[in-house]
Protein backbone atom coordinates (compact mmCIF):
# COMPACT_ATOMS: atom_id res chain seq x y z
CA UNK A 1 0.00 0.00 0.00
CA UNK A 2 3.11 2.55 0.85
CA UNK A 3 4.34 1.80 -2.38
CA UNK A 4 1.36 2.46 -4.49
CA UNK A 5 0.98 5.57 -2.68
CA UNK A 6 4.48 6.80 -3.28
CA UNK A 7 3.80 5.78 -7.02
CA UNK A 8 0.30 8.21 -7.27
CA UNK A 9 2.05 11.08 -5.55
CA UNK A 10 5.10 10.66 -7.87
CA UNK A 11 3.16 10.81 -10.68
CA UNK A 12 0.68 13.72 -9.14
CA UNK A 13 3.85 15.43 -8.76
CA UNK A 14 4.98 14.67 -12.66
CA UNK A 15 1.64 15.82 -13.82
CA UNK A 16 1.99 19.07 -11.51
CA UNK A 17 5.61 19.60 -13.27
CA UNK A 18 4.14 19.21 -17.18
CA UNK A 19 1.72 21.46 -16.58
CA UNK A 20 3.92 24.27 -14.61
CA UNK A 21 6.14 23.58 -17.31
CA UNK A 22 3.41 24.11 -20.37
CA UNK A 23 1.72 26.98 -18.98
CA UNK A 24 5.28 29.01 -18.93
CA UNK A 25 5.64 28.13 -22.36
CA UNK A 26 2.77 29.03 -23.42
CA UNK A 27 3.15 32.34 -21.85
CA UNK A 28 6.37 32.64 -22.86
CA UNK A 29 5.50 31.91 -26.67
CA UNK A 30 2.52 34.14 -26.37
CA UNK A 31 4.94 37.00 -24.94
CA UNK A 32 6.76 36.70 -27.98
CA UNK A 33 4.23 36.21 -30.65
CA UNK A 34 3.02 39.23 -28.92
CA UNK A 35 5.83 41.47 -29.35
CA UNK A 36 6.75 40.39 -32.69
CA UNK A 37 2.90 41.13 -34.17
CA UNK A 38 3.03 44.64 -32.12
CA UNK A 39 6.52 45.18 -33.99
CA UNK A 40 5.33 44.44 -37.41
CA UNK A 41 2.27 46.31 -37.22
CA UNK A 42 4.73 49.30 -35.70
CA UNK A 43 6.60 48.68 -39.12
CA UNK A 44 6.15 49.12 -43.22
CA UNK A 45 3.24 46.55 -44.38
CA UNK A 46 5.60 45.02 -46.85
CA UNK A 47 7.67 43.74 -43.94
CA UNK A 48 4.30 42.64 -42.23
CA UNK A 49 2.94 40.86 -45.50
CA UNK A 50 6.53 39.33 -45.79
CA UNK A 51 6.64 38.02 -42.93
CA UNK A 52 2.94 36.20 -42.90
CA UNK A 53 3.92 34.71 -46.22
CA UNK A 54 7.09 32.97 -45.16
CA UNK A 55 5.46 31.94 -42.20
CA UNK A 56 2.80 30.39 -44.36
CA UNK A 57 4.94 28.83 -46.88
CA UNK A 58 6.80 27.20 -43.58
CA UNK A 59 3.42 26.22 -42.53
CA UNK A 60 2.96 24.33 -45.77
CA UNK A 61 6.35 22.94 -46.48
CA UNK A 62 5.58 21.42 -43.01
CA UNK A 63 2.72 19.85 -43.69
CA UNK A 64 3.36 18.65 -46.88
CA UNK A 65 6.62 17.04 -45.62
CA UNK A 66 4.40 15.20 -42.84
CA UNK A 67 1.77 14.33 -45.58
CA UNK A 68 4.61 12.75 -47.14
CA UNK A 69 5.92 10.94 -44.19
CA UNK A 70 2.81 9.63 -42.89
CA UNK A 71 -0.04 9.70 -44.77
CA UNK A 72 -0.25 6.34 -47.37
CA UNK A 73 -1.08 6.54 -50.72
CA UNK A 74 -2.81 4.21 -52.14
CA UNK A 75 -2.38 2.83 -56.21
CA UNK A 76 -2.41 5.50 -58.71
CA UNK A 77 -5.75 6.79 -60.13
CA UNK A 78 -4.69 5.71 -63.80
CA UNK A 79 -4.39 2.16 -62.17
CA UNK A 80 -7.97 1.61 -60.87
CA UNK A 81 -11.24 0.95 -62.62
CA UNK A 82 -14.30 2.39 -61.72
CA UNK A 83 -15.53 -0.62 -61.97
CA UNK A 84 -18.68 -0.11 -64.44
CA UNK A 85 -18.61 -0.92 -68.12
CA UNK A 86 -15.62 0.04 -70.43
CA UNK A 87 -16.07 2.61 -72.60
CA UNK A 88 -13.99 3.30 -75.79
CA UNK A 89 -12.66 6.14 -74.82
CA UNK A 90 -11.36 4.74 -71.75
CA UNK A 91 -9.51 1.46 -73.23
CA UNK A 92 -8.07 3.56 -76.24
CA UNK A 93 -6.39 5.94 -73.45
CA UNK A 94 -5.43 3.11 -71.16
CA UNK A 95 -3.81 1.58 -74.67
CA UNK A 96 -1.91 4.84 -75.61
CA UNK A 97 -0.56 5.00 -71.99
CA UNK A 98 0.77 1.21 -72.37
CA UNK A 99 1.86 2.24 -75.13
CA UNK A 100 4.05 5.00 -74.47
CA UNK A 101 5.05 3.14 -71.34
CA UNK A 102 6.78 0.52 -73.48
CA UNK A 103 4.07 -2.31 -73.53
CA UNK A 104 3.12 -4.77 -76.43
CA UNK A 105 -0.38 -3.89 -76.93
CA UNK A 106 -0.58 -5.47 -80.21
CA UNK A 107 -3.40 -8.04 -79.19
CA UNK A 108 -5.67 -5.59 -77.33
CA UNK A 109 -5.70 -3.31 -80.78
CA UNK A 110 -6.32 -6.49 -82.44
CA UNK A 111 -9.59 -6.96 -80.78
CA UNK A 112 -10.72 -3.44 -81.43
CA UNK A 113 -10.11 -3.65 -85.16
CA UNK A 114 -11.95 -6.71 -85.04
CA UNK A 115 -14.59 -4.94 -83.32
CA UNK A 116 -14.47 -2.57 -86.07
CA UNK A 117 -14.56 -4.84 -89.05
CA UNK A 118 -17.73 -7.01 -87.88
CA UNK A 119 -19.48 -3.64 -87.27
CA UNK A 120 -22.25 -3.67 -89.72
CA UNK A 121 -23.07 -7.54 -89.12
CA UNK A 122 -25.15 -9.21 -86.95
CA UNK A 123 -22.73 -12.45 -85.54
CA UNK A 124 -24.08 -15.39 -83.80
CA UNK A 125 -22.01 -18.24 -82.51
CA UNK A 126 -22.97 -21.57 -82.30
CA UNK A 127 -20.92 -22.68 -79.43
CA UNK A 128 -20.87 -25.50 -77.13
CA UNK A 129 -18.59 -29.32 -76.11
CA UNK A 130 -17.27 -31.33 -78.89
CA UNK A 131 -19.58 -33.21 -80.12
CA UNK A 132 -23.10 -31.51 -79.46
CA UNK A 133 -24.09 -31.15 -83.24
CA UNK A 134 -22.87 -27.23 -83.83
CA UNK A 135 -21.65 -27.95 -87.16
CA UNK A 136 -24.83 -30.11 -87.77
CA UNK A 137 -27.94 -27.62 -86.46
CA UNK A 138 -25.93 -25.06 -88.78
CA UNK A 139 -25.84 -27.25 -91.55
CA UNK A 140 -29.68 -27.39 -90.95
CA UNK A 141 -29.85 -23.71 -91.19
CA UNK A 142 -27.83 -22.97 -93.65
CA UNK A 143 -28.15 -26.36 -96.82
CA UNK A 144 -26.19 -24.74 -98.82
CA UNK A 145 -22.92 -23.97 -96.84
CA UNK A 146 -20.02 -26.52 -96.78
CA UNK A 147 -19.63 -27.86 -93.16
CA UNK A 148 -17.83 -30.84 -92.65
CA UNK A 149 -19.96 -32.97 -90.02
CA UNK A 150 -17.84 -35.75 -87.74
CA UNK A 151 -20.32 -37.53 -85.08
CA UNK A 152 -17.22 -39.37 -83.58
CA UNK A 153 -14.80 -36.76 -83.03
CA UNK A 154 -16.00 -33.02 -83.77
CA UNK A 155 -14.87 -31.65 -86.90
CA UNK A 156 -14.33 -27.81 -86.53
CA UNK A 157 -10.56 -26.99 -85.54
CA UNK A 158 -11.19 -23.27 -86.39
CA UNK A 159 -13.29 -20.54 -86.64
CA UNK A 160 -15.73 -20.96 -89.62
CA UNK A 161 -18.29 -17.89 -90.74
CA UNK A 162 -21.13 -18.32 -92.73
CA UNK A 163 -23.82 -16.14 -93.79
CA UNK A 164 -27.75 -16.31 -93.43
CA UNK A 165 -30.63 -14.25 -94.23
CA UNK A 166 -33.46 -14.68 -91.18
CA UNK A 167 -37.24 -14.41 -92.59
CA UNK A 168 -36.88 -10.50 -92.43
CA UNK A 169 -34.13 -10.56 -95.07
CA UNK A 170 -31.99 -8.93 -92.84
CA UNK A 171 -28.09 -11.46 -92.91
CA UNK A 172 -26.66 -12.41 -90.43
CA UNK A 173 -23.17 -14.21 -89.98
CA UNK A 174 -23.05 -17.24 -88.43
CA UNK A 175 -20.18 -18.51 -86.64
CA UNK A 176 -19.15 -22.16 -86.30
CA UNK A 177 -16.23 -22.60 -83.49
CA UNK A 178 -14.30 -25.68 -82.58
CA UNK A 179 -16.21 -27.83 -79.71
CA UNK A 180 -15.06 -26.77 -76.01
CA UNK A 181 -13.28 -29.61 -73.59
CA UNK A 182 -11.31 -31.39 -76.43
CA UNK A 183 -8.34 -33.24 -76.35
CA UNK A 184 -6.42 -30.36 -78.57
CA UNK A 185 -4.66 -27.54 -76.63
CA UNK A 186 -6.19 -23.99 -77.20
CA UNK A 187 -9.35 -24.95 -78.92
CA UNK A 188 -11.43 -23.84 -76.35
CA UNK A 189 -9.91 -20.86 -75.47
CA UNK A 190 -9.95 -19.69 -79.44
CA UNK A 191 -13.89 -20.80 -79.22
CA UNK A 192 -14.52 -18.77 -76.32
CA UNK A 193 -12.52 -15.68 -77.25
CA UNK A 194 -14.86 -15.96 -80.03
CA UNK A 195 -17.74 -16.36 -78.79
CA UNK A 196 -17.54 -13.32 -76.70
CA UNK A 197 -16.89 -11.14 -79.94
CA UNK A 198 -20.63 -12.44 -80.93
CA UNK A 199 -23.81 -10.29 -80.95
CA UNK A 200 -25.55 -13.27 -79.57
CA UNK A 201 -24.42 -17.14 -78.40
CA UNK A 202 -26.21 -20.32 -79.39
CA UNK A 203 -25.25 -22.91 -76.66
CA UNK A 204 -25.63 -25.81 -78.25
CA UNK A 205 -26.09 -29.10 -75.96
CA UNK A 206 -27.77 -32.43 -76.26
CA UNK A 207 -28.43 -33.38 -72.38
CA UNK A 208 -28.52 -31.76 -69.27
CA UNK A 209 -25.36 -29.21 -68.48
CA UNK A 210 -22.01 -30.51 -67.11
CA UNK A 211 -20.24 -29.16 -64.41
CA UNK A 212 -17.67 -27.95 -67.58
CA UNK A 213 -20.55 -26.98 -69.55
CA UNK A 214 -22.07 -24.49 -66.60
CA UNK A 215 -18.46 -23.09 -66.12
CA UNK A 216 -18.71 -21.87 -69.82
CA UNK A 217 -22.23 -20.25 -69.16
CA UNK A 218 -21.07 -18.48 -66.27
CA UNK A 219 -18.16 -17.59 -68.56
CA UNK A 220 -20.17 -15.79 -70.73
CA UNK A 221 -22.54 -14.46 -68.88
CA UNK A 222 -19.98 -12.48 -66.98
CA UNK A 223 -19.55 -10.80 -70.38
CA UNK A 224 -23.20 -9.65 -70.82
CA UNK A 225 -23.50 -11.91 -73.60
CA UNK A 226 -27.11 -12.85 -75.20
CA UNK A 227 -28.27 -16.85 -75.10
CA UNK A 228 -30.15 -18.89 -76.42
CA UNK A 229 -30.08 -22.45 -74.96
CA UNK A 230 -30.39 -25.39 -77.44
CA UNK A 231 -31.16 -28.63 -76.50
CA UNK A 232 -29.71 -30.55 -79.82
CA UNK A 233 -30.87 -34.27 -80.89
CA UNK A 234 -34.13 -33.57 -78.89
CA UNK A 235 -35.79 -36.45 -80.94
CA UNK A 236 -34.05 -38.51 -78.74
CA UNK A 237 -36.62 -37.91 -75.62
CA UNK A 238 -40.20 -38.41 -75.19
CA UNK A 239 -42.34 -34.94 -74.92
CA UNK A 240 -42.42 -35.25 -71.27
CA UNK A 241 -38.38 -35.83 -71.01
CA UNK A 242 -37.86 -32.78 -73.64
CA UNK A 243 -40.00 -30.45 -70.86
CA UNK A 244 -38.15 -32.01 -67.74
CA UNK A 245 -34.78 -31.18 -69.59
CA UNK A 246 -35.68 -27.44 -70.84
CA UNK A 247 -36.78 -26.64 -67.10
CA UNK A 248 -33.55 -27.93 -65.63
CA UNK A 249 -31.86 -26.25 -67.94
CA UNK A 250 -33.24 -23.32 -67.03
CA UNK A 251 -32.87 -23.84 -63.21
CA UNK A 252 -29.07 -24.68 -64.14
CA UNK A 253 -28.85 -21.17 -65.46
CA UNK A 254 -30.33 -19.60 -62.29
CA UNK A 255 -28.00 -21.48 -59.78
CA UNK A 256 -25.21 -19.52 -61.38
CA UNK A 257 -26.78 -16.61 -61.08
CA UNK A 258 -28.26 -15.93 -64.28
CA UNK A 259 -31.44 -15.53 -65.94
CA UNK A 260 -33.13 -16.63 -69.34
CA UNK A 261 -36.28 -16.59 -70.36
CA UNK A 262 -38.38 -19.47 -70.87
CA UNK A 263 -38.33 -19.37 -74.62
CA UNK A 264 -34.86 -18.72 -75.30
CA UNK A 265 -34.35 -22.35 -74.26
CA UNK A 266 -35.29 -24.40 -76.86
CA UNK A 267 -35.28 -27.85 -78.37
CA UNK A 268 -34.41 -29.13 -82.05
CA UNK A 269 -32.91 -31.89 -83.39
CA UNK A 270 -30.47 -30.65 -86.50
CA UNK A 271 -31.32 -33.91 -88.68
CA UNK A 272 -28.64 -35.37 -90.83
CA UNK A 273 -28.15 -39.54 -91.13
CA UNK A 274 -28.47 -41.66 -88.34
CA UNK A 275 -27.49 -45.42 -88.54
CA UNK A 276 -30.31 -48.12 -87.87
CA UNK A 277 -30.90 -52.21 -88.77
CA UNK A 278 -33.91 -52.83 -91.41
CA UNK A 279 -35.81 -56.47 -90.76
CA UNK A 280 -36.68 -57.82 -94.41
CA UNK A 281 -39.99 -60.27 -94.94
CA UNK A 282 -37.36 -63.57 -94.43
CA UNK A 283 -36.69 -61.82 -90.83
CA UNK A 284 -32.81 -60.93 -92.21
CA UNK A 285 -31.34 -57.49 -90.74
CA UNK A 286 -29.34 -55.24 -92.26
CA UNK A 287 -27.66 -52.22 -91.86
CA UNK A 288 -28.55 -49.06 -93.25
CA UNK A 289 -28.52 -45.14 -93.07
CA UNK A 290 -31.72 -42.79 -92.91
CA UNK A 291 -32.34 -39.58 -92.73
CA UNK A 292 -33.95 -37.71 -90.20
CA UNK A 293 -35.50 -34.81 -91.17
CA UNK A 294 -34.48 -31.49 -88.83
CA UNK A 295 -36.68 -29.35 -86.79
CA UNK A 296 -35.20 -26.02 -86.14
CA UNK A 297 -38.41 -23.68 -86.43
CA UNK A 298 -38.40 -22.96 -82.27
CA UNK A 299 -34.56 -21.69 -82.77
CA UNK A 300 -35.10 -19.55 -85.63
CA UNK A 301 -38.57 -17.95 -83.94
CA UNK A 302 -35.90 -17.43 -80.65
CA UNK A 303 -33.62 -15.78 -82.79
CA UNK A 304 -35.86 -13.44 -84.59
CA UNK A 305 -37.30 -12.60 -81.11
CA UNK A 306 -34.24 -11.42 -79.48
CA UNK A 307 -33.12 -9.84 -82.64
CA UNK A 308 -36.32 -7.88 -82.27
CA UNK A 309 -36.58 -7.40 -79.13
CA UNK A 310 -33.19 -6.30 -78.46
CA UNK A 311 -32.35 -4.69 -81.36
CA UNK A 312 -29.20 -1.72 -80.83
CA UNK A 313 -28.44 -3.33 -77.56
CA UNK A 314 -26.82 -6.02 -78.91
CA UNK A 315 -24.23 -4.19 -80.17
CA UNK A 316 -24.09 -1.94 -77.59
CA UNK A 317 -23.56 -5.12 -75.40
CA UNK A 318 -20.86 -6.70 -77.81
CA UNK A 319 -18.81 -3.28 -77.78
CA UNK A 320 -18.61 -3.68 -73.69
CA UNK A 321 -17.69 -7.77 -74.52
CA UNK A 322 -14.91 -6.67 -76.59
CA UNK A 323 -13.95 -3.94 -74.16
CA UNK A 324 -13.73 -5.90 -71.81
CA UNK A 325 -11.34 -8.79 -73.94
CA UNK A 326 -9.06 -5.67 -75.09
CA UNK A 327 -8.76 -4.70 -71.11
CA UNK A 328 -7.98 -8.68 -70.29
CA UNK A 329 -5.25 -8.90 -73.10
CA UNK A 330 -3.64 -5.35 -72.20
CA UNK A 331 -3.55 -6.36 -68.43
CA UNK A 332 -1.90 -10.06 -69.37
CA UNK A 333 0.83 -7.49 -71.57
CA UNK A 334 1.00 -5.07 -68.41
CA UNK A 335 2.15 -7.94 -66.60
CA UNK A 336 4.67 -9.01 -68.87
CA UNK A 337 6.29 -5.83 -69.24
CA UNK A 338 6.15 -5.51 -65.59
CA UNK A 339 7.96 -9.29 -64.99
CA UNK A 340 10.44 -7.93 -67.85
CA UNK A 341 11.12 -4.38 -66.30
CA UNK A 342 11.70 -5.54 -62.71
CA UNK A 343 14.10 -7.76 -63.90
CA UNK A 344 16.00 -5.62 -65.12
CA UNK A 345 15.44 -3.46 -61.52
CA UNK A 346 16.38 -6.22 -59.59
CA UNK A 347 19.43 -7.26 -61.74
CA UNK A 348 20.76 -3.35 -61.48
CA UNK A 349 20.14 -3.13 -58.18
CA UNK A 350 21.97 -6.66 -57.46
CA UNK A 351 25.11 -5.78 -59.62
CA UNK A 352 25.21 -2.34 -57.40
CA UNK A 353 25.43 -4.17 -53.85
CA UNK A 354 27.94 -6.34 -55.56
CA UNK A 355 30.03 -3.10 -56.23
CA UNK A 356 29.68 -1.69 -53.13
CA UNK A 357 30.69 -4.97 -51.37
CA UNK A 358 33.23 -5.73 -53.50
CA UNK A 359 34.54 -1.38 -52.95
CA UNK A 360 34.20 -1.73 -49.18
CA UNK A 361 34.77 -5.10 -47.97
CA UNK A 362 33.92 -5.71 -44.37
CA UNK A 363 32.65 -9.59 -43.24
CA UNK A 364 30.12 -7.85 -40.96
CA UNK A 365 28.73 -5.92 -43.27
CA UNK A 366 24.95 -6.13 -43.66
CA UNK A 367 23.28 -5.78 -46.93
CA UNK A 368 20.61 -3.10 -45.74
CA UNK A 369 24.13 -0.73 -44.44
CA UNK A 370 23.19 0.38 -48.28
CA UNK A 371 20.00 1.52 -48.03
CA UNK A 372 20.36 4.05 -50.93
CA UNK A 373 20.18 0.99 -53.23
CA UNK A 374 18.07 -0.59 -51.10
CA UNK A 375 15.65 2.67 -50.55
CA UNK A 376 15.81 3.08 -54.80
CA UNK A 377 15.13 -0.36 -55.89
CA UNK A 378 12.10 -0.45 -53.69
CA UNK A 379 10.76 3.15 -54.81
CA UNK A 380 11.25 1.88 -58.67
CA UNK A 381 9.47 -1.38 -58.18
CA UNK A 382 6.59 -0.17 -56.60
CA UNK A 383 6.66 2.74 -58.78
CA UNK A 384 6.53 0.07 -61.99
CA UNK A 385 3.57 -1.51 -60.05
CA UNK A 386 1.51 1.64 -59.80
CA UNK A 387 1.64 2.08 -55.92
CA UNK A 388 2.73 4.50 -54.20
CA UNK A 389 4.07 4.42 -50.68
CA UNK A 390 5.03 6.53 -47.96
CA UNK A 391 8.37 6.36 -46.77
CA UNK A 392 7.84 5.03 -43.88
CA UNK A 393 6.39 2.35 -45.09
CA UNK A 394 9.64 1.72 -47.28
CA UNK A 395 12.00 2.35 -44.48
CA UNK A 396 9.82 -0.61 -41.97
CA UNK A 397 10.17 -2.54 -44.87
CA UNK A 398 13.89 -2.58 -45.21
CA UNK A 399 14.16 -2.96 -41.23
CA UNK A 400 12.25 -5.75 -41.03
CA UNK A 401 13.94 -7.55 -43.78
CA UNK A 402 16.98 -6.44 -42.12
CA UNK A 403 16.43 -8.11 -39.19
CA UNK A 404 15.54 -11.37 -41.34
CA UNK A 405 19.37 -11.00 -43.28
CA UNK A 406 20.98 -12.13 -40.07
CA UNK A 407 19.70 -15.30 -39.85
CA UNK A 408 19.96 -15.23 -43.89
CA UNK A 409 23.50 -14.17 -44.28
CA UNK A 410 25.29 -17.64 -43.14
CA UNK A 411 23.28 -19.20 -45.54
CA UNK A 412 23.86 -16.97 -48.36
CA UNK A 413 27.72 -16.94 -47.86
CA UNK A 414 27.50 -21.18 -47.90
CA UNK A 415 25.31 -20.73 -51.05
CA UNK A 416 27.66 -17.90 -52.59
CA UNK A 417 30.46 -20.33 -51.68
CA UNK A 418 29.53 -23.06 -53.19
CA UNK A 419 28.58 -21.08 -56.46
CA UNK A 420 31.65 -19.75 -56.79
CA UNK A 421 33.28 -23.00 -56.55
CA UNK A 422 31.31 -24.23 -59.78
CA UNK A 423 33.52 -21.78 -62.05
CA UNK A 424 36.50 -24.11 -63.06
CA UNK A 425 40.18 -22.14 -63.14
CA UNK A 426 38.62 -19.63 -60.25
CA UNK A 427 41.43 -21.57 -57.55
CA UNK A 428 41.08 -19.94 -54.02
CA UNK A 429 37.81 -18.24 -53.59
CA UNK A 430 38.27 -14.53 -51.39
CA UNK A 431 36.50 -13.95 -48.67
CA UNK A 432 35.61 -10.20 -50.19
CA UNK A 433 34.16 -11.93 -53.56
CA UNK A 434 31.88 -14.77 -51.43
CA UNK A 435 30.64 -11.77 -49.37
CA UNK A 436 29.65 -9.70 -52.27
CA UNK A 437 27.99 -12.94 -53.96
CA UNK A 438 25.86 -13.63 -50.91
CA UNK A 439 24.65 -9.56 -50.79
CA UNK A 440 23.88 -9.63 -54.24
CA UNK A 441 22.34 -12.46 -53.76
CA UNK A 442 20.42 -10.99 -50.97
CA UNK A 443 19.30 -8.03 -52.63
CA UNK A 444 18.11 -10.51 -55.31
CA UNK A 445 15.84 -12.19 -52.78
CA UNK A 446 14.65 -8.94 -51.44
CA UNK A 447 13.73 -7.49 -54.90
CA UNK A 448 11.77 -10.97 -56.07
CA UNK A 449 9.66 -11.01 -52.61
CA UNK A 450 8.76 -7.26 -53.40
CA UNK A 451 8.07 -7.80 -56.97
CA UNK A 452 5.21 -10.92 -56.05
CA UNK A 453 4.18 -8.60 -52.67
CA UNK A 454 3.06 -5.73 -55.37
CA UNK A 455 1.74 -8.48 -57.62
CA UNK A 456 -0.58 -9.82 -55.88
CA UNK A 457 -1.53 -6.63 -53.27
CA UNK A 458 -1.21 -4.18 -55.92
CA UNK A 459 0.73 -2.06 -53.19
CA UNK A 460 3.74 -2.00 -50.42
CA UNK A 461 3.08 -3.94 -47.28
CA UNK A 462 5.90 -4.02 -45.28
CA UNK A 463 5.36 -7.03 -43.29
CA UNK A 464 3.99 -8.97 -45.76
CA UNK A 465 6.72 -8.35 -48.14
CA UNK A 466 9.05 -9.18 -45.34
CA UNK A 467 7.45 -12.42 -44.41
CA UNK A 468 7.42 -13.23 -48.10
CA UNK A 469 11.13 -12.43 -48.19
CA UNK A 470 11.85 -14.49 -45.39
CA UNK A 471 9.97 -17.53 -46.50
CA UNK A 472 11.66 -17.34 -50.36
CA UNK A 473 14.80 -16.66 -49.58
CA UNK A 474 16.19 -20.19 -49.08
CA UNK A 475 14.70 -20.80 -52.98
CA UNK A 476 15.61 -17.03 -54.51
CA UNK A 477 19.26 -18.08 -52.78
CA UNK A 478 19.30 -21.69 -54.81
CA UNK A 479 17.89 -20.27 -58.11
CA UNK A 480 19.39 -17.04 -58.01
CA UNK A 481 23.66 -18.28 -57.46
CA UNK A 482 24.94 -19.07 -60.80
CA UNK A 483 23.75 -15.76 -62.03
CA UNK A 484 24.60 -13.58 -59.38
CA UNK A 485 28.65 -15.94 -58.97
CA UNK A 486 28.75 -14.89 -62.27
CA UNK A 487 27.17 -11.25 -62.18
CA UNK A 488 29.90 -10.65 -59.14
CA UNK A 489 32.96 -12.51 -61.28
CA UNK A 490 32.95 -9.97 -64.13
CA UNK A 491 32.50 -7.35 -61.85
CA UNK A 492 35.65 -8.24 -60.08
CA UNK A 493 37.32 -8.80 -63.93
CA UNK A 494 36.43 -4.90 -64.38
Known amino acids: MKLDRFIRIALAAVILLVFIVATGALLFISESALNVWDRLKAGPPVMLYAYVGIMLLLAATALWLIWRLVVRRKISPKRKTSGGPLSKTDIENRLREAEAAGVDVSEAQAELKQ ?32 VVVDVVGGSTDDVRHYRWRNDDGAEILLTDVPGIGGTEQGLTSVAT ?90 GGEANARRTRPADIGVLVIAINRLLADEGESLDIRRERA ?95 GNGLKAFPGLG ?15 FDAL ?35 RRVARMALDEKKD
Not at 472 to 480: D, K, M, P, T
Request: glycine share 8%; aromatic share 4%.
Open 193 to 282: DEAKRANIVLFVCDSDLTRSEMASVKNLLEFDKPLIIVLNKADRYSADEQASLLQRLLERVDDIGGQLQRDHVVAVTAGGEVDVIERDAD
Open 322 to 416: VFKMAAARLAEAEGEYRLQRSEQIIRNSTRKAIVGALAAISPGTDILIQGYIGTMMTQELCSLYGAAPRDLDIEEFLSLSQSRVGRALPLSLAVA
Open 115 to 146: LAARKNAVHLCFFGEVSAGKSSLLRALVPEAD
Open 447 to 481: GRSLVLTLSRHGELLPEVAAKEFEEGISEHLEAGV
Open 428 to 442: TVAGGLVHAVAYGLI
